[in-house]
């Protein structure tokens, strides 16, 4: 089984991008953190490497995406209620991020989203905790 997750993106301004997020309520682990990346905590197992874009392109060969035009990835935080995904995304347009669409109700989610100052999309919901079921 998988112990955690570290999603890792690049960031144009390793400082803004810290700020960014600290806005939000995130917190960083010093330990991984110097001048080229940062470590964002999210929660006891997942995390968020902020890279500066020459410290990303020493994991990949391939280009960096350009977020302008193009997605590379949605990543989805689940929070514990409508109002705190209401909340944050709130949050992040205060702090200079983006939203793209209306939020959204499934009934059994509720769903918003937003741009970071990289244009990386972050998905923000609350589920049903009785649509959750193990398989």
């Known amino acids: 089984m998988v112990k955690a997750i570290f999603v890792n993106v ?6 803004a991008s810290i700020a960014f997020f600290k806005s939000l309520g995130f917190t960083f682990n010093a330990q991984f953190t110097d001048e080229t990346a940062s470590c964002m ?14 410290k990303f392109k020493e994991f990949t060969p391939r280009n960096i995406c350009d977020t302008s035009k193009d997605a590379e990835v949605l990543i989805a935080l689940s ?4 109002e705190a995904v209401d909340d944050l ?8 991020g983006k939203t793209y669409g209306e939020p959204k109700d499934y009934g059994f989610m509720y769903q918003h989203a937003f741009h970071d100052l990289d244009g ?3 998905e923000i919901f609350h589920m049903d905790p ?3 079921q193990p398989t």
């Open 79 to 82: 929070l514990e209620s409508r």
């Open 120 to 122: 990386h999309a972050w």
């Open 41 to 54: 905590v999210m929660s006891d197992t997942i995390y968020a490497m902020l890279l500066t874009e020459a």
């Open 130 to 132: 009785s649509f959750v």
């Open 10 to 15: 690049a960031v144009k301004n390793l400082d």
């Open 89 to 96: 995304v709130r949050k992040a347009v205060a702090s200079g």
